[in-house]
């Protein structure tokens, strides 16, 4: 049997901290003196903290030079670490611990492959670290899906080839990282939205176990 690698994203997949960047986003906006509403949020979706940046700045037509850019980036991140601060275990999104779980029994190698700085101390928070056997997330990567930097990485880590890695992603971009490092992508949300994956789900609860053996054994 060939070894299969799983590999996890994080906000929208296992926690759903979209709602806190979303928040500090917004808090952000309203300093600069625009709004900024959860439809324009879809934008900032799997995409790193400076490209959001740039977004937003776009969006409210605000000039900045370097120094005020990272400024804002430095501000809004203690804002959202001090939203991600009360997080706890009942954040974790339906039936996550129980497909870890299934995969830690199976003894399946488990990656977080994230575009989150903040990804470690998140599943520290939510107390699922300990399923992981290696993170890599924006600490670790130069380029923001949808380039597959972060999945090679991750499946290099767990020393699977690619081409046997399933992915976990809530996002158009993840997804595209997914199929272009040429894993199978497993799309977590709205199929509307995320139909360049393999397979979607709107969660975890919809996936039975005989679906996970099946990865397994692909």
Known sequence: MTKTGFIFDLDGVIVDTAKYHFLAWRNLANELGFEFTEEQNELFKGVSRKRCLEILLDIGKVEANQEQFDRWMVEKNIDYLQY????????????????????KEKQIPIALGS??????????????????????????????????????????????????????????????????????????????????????????????TRFLEQLINR
Do not use: W
């Open 84 to 103: 991600i601060e009360k997080m706890n275990a009942s954040e974790i999104l339906p039936d996550v611990p129980r497909v870890l779980e299934f995969l």
């Open 115 to 208: 575009a989150s700085k903040n990804a470690r101390p998140i599943l520290e928070k939510v107390q699922l670290l300990h399923y992981f056997d290696f993170i890599v997330d924006g600490n670790n990567v130069t380029k923001a899906k949808p380039d597959p930097e972060v999945f090679l990485i991750a499946a290099k880590k767990l020393s699977v080839h690619p081409e046997n890695c399933v992915v976990f992603e809530d996002a158009v971009a993840g997804i595209q990282a997914a199929n272009a490092a040429k894993m199978l992508s497993i799309g977590i949300g709205d199929s509307t939205i995320l139909s360049e994956a393999e397979y979607n789900f709107k969660d975890f609860t919809e996936m039975d």
